[in-house]
């Protein structure tokens, strides 16, 4: 089992479990609004969104 507690963009989840695994994750609720803001514009477009503030815990 691979550990990661990062965020994640939001079509991370629904990508692991498509191949048979399970996401572990959480909402963040504590985190820096500027950070997370810079790195939408840069890759918003480029990768997705990180609208939903999903958080990857690890994959079972």
């Known amino acids: 089992m691979t550990e ?3 965020l994640v963009r939001d079509e991370i989840p629904e990508s692991i479990r ?3 695994e399970t996401p ?3 909402v963040a ?3 820096n609004a500027d950070r997370l803001e810079t790195l939408r514009e840069e890759k918003a477009d ?3 969104g990180f609208a939903d ?3 990857l815990e690890r994959v079972k």
Do not use: A, L, N, P
């Open 24 to 26: 572990v994750t959480h």
């Open 4 to 6: 990661y507690d990062k």
């Open 29 to 31: 609720e504590d985190f």
């Open 46 to 48: 480029e990768r997705g």
């Open 53 to 55: 503030r999903i958080v």
């Open 18 to 20: 498509q191949s048979d």
